[in-house]
């Protein structure tokens, strides 16, 4: 049988997972709507973006009516704790999405540059690393969540060659300025997206072993009254 | 006669201030760096970064082991919850001004463009906002916390003005885009200064009255268990 504190964080799991498919189809929404210049779909991200943040909010309420009411200890603890600091980034993946669509809204109707090869693959790879790190976080799988962090480099990689081929273009010809500047801006937005879900890959390391691979401080969690169980909901 | 309860909130509470005295020294630092472009400050905050990064870890550990060992309630548990939010704030403001450095070493060397008048406004509304948002929450002064949400409007419209002044720029002469586009990403650095300083500001609301107005929601508190109460560490 299920105790109490087994339902509210299985409770708990659970609203995190629909927050994090809505804010996965956002940025799926906002991807696709920036790929085919979809001024309609936009405007459905634009107006999407309400209940990603209600869930923030509700999501906290939850987690502070778990730790008041329920006392949880080692790592339910941890998911807790993880939990709230997951939200912040969920909805800031969201606000990003709504970025992207207000960005690309500002791109249609100015003539199109030359194609960049390197966008669809940035905004690949950096969606491929948001779901990755929220799978992650619901198998409490390690592996993925260190796999994530590891491919941020290589979208800073792209990031910085989409840059230098921004700058080009407005350097030889000024009228291009206009929507290499969106362009750079969508751009810093998608690489964005990948920062986030490292935020969240690293947070999935910290909650499954207390362990902490923040700020490239891979650590042994510090002995203290509150040792790792077995048990939580991941 | 303190309870031990009082003495780790207080210890978690100054533990913030010095994490937030540190971020607010190393904005100023980055922002004057800026303005009389000095390279040799600029490394100077980009060395400063470490230290942040670790309180941040320190101060998530000194909240799990208080929730674990102490469970506080009511407003000490909202106290808690908002500085594990708040550790997150602190550290990307860190990183801002790290980023505002790494942008002004780019930008030493490159021919000066006309002087924007607008960026050393919106740079310091923008610290008067950090440092306005942790007055806040160091005094739990919510009315502060308001007055800084109110002022975040101010910052994004010079924001739109300078990128808009930029953008003729890098129009009339392809000449200045290196030097316009340093510009405008330091300009939005320092604008998500601000965006920070309001998510700051939003906890201090939300922890010392359990009411939330983050996105713009203005809510009574939700009829639960879990009751304000007097005391707690602001």
């Given amino acids: 049988m299920e ?43 634009i107006a999407g973006d309400g209940p990603i943040d209600a869930m923030e909010l509700e999501i906290d309420e939850q987690c502070i009516r778990l730790l008041a009411l329920q006392h949880p200890i080692a790592r339910d603890l941890r998911f807790v704790a993880a939990s709230m600091k997951i939200t912040i980034d969920l909805e800031r993946l969201g606000d990003i999405a709504v970025n992207i669509s207000k960005k ?13 090869v390197d966008l669809p693959r940035m905004a690949d790879l950096s969606q491929s690393m948001v779901k990755d790190s929220l799978n992650a976080f619901v198998r409490g799988d390690e592996q993925l969540a260190m796999d994530v962090c590891d491919r941020d480099e290589e979208v800073n990689q792209l990031q910085d060659q989409i840059f230098e081929e921004l700058l080009a273009f ?21 690489e964005r997206l990948a920062d986030h879900a490292t935020n969240i890959a690293e947070g999935v390391v910290y909650f499954s072993q207390g362990r902490v691979i923040k700020h490239h401080a891979v650590e042994d969690p510090t002995p203290s009254p509150i040792r790792p169980e077995s048990g939580g909901p991941a």
């Avoid at 105790?3 to 929404?29: C, K, N, W």
């Fill in 170 to 190: 407005m350097k030889e010809d000024s009228g291009s300025v206009p929507q290499a500047m969106q362009l750079i801006f969508i751009s810093r937005h998608i």
């Fill in 104 to 116: 690309t809204k500002q791109l249609t109707g100015l003539p199109n540059l030359k194609p960049l």
């Fill in 3 to 45: 105790t109490h504190l087994q339902q509210q964080l299985e409770g708990l799991r659970s609203a995190l997972l629909s927050m994090a498919a809505l804010v996965e189809e956002q940025i799926a929404r906002a991807v696709t709507a920036f790929m085919e210049r979809d001024v309609d779909l936009c405007d459905q991200v």
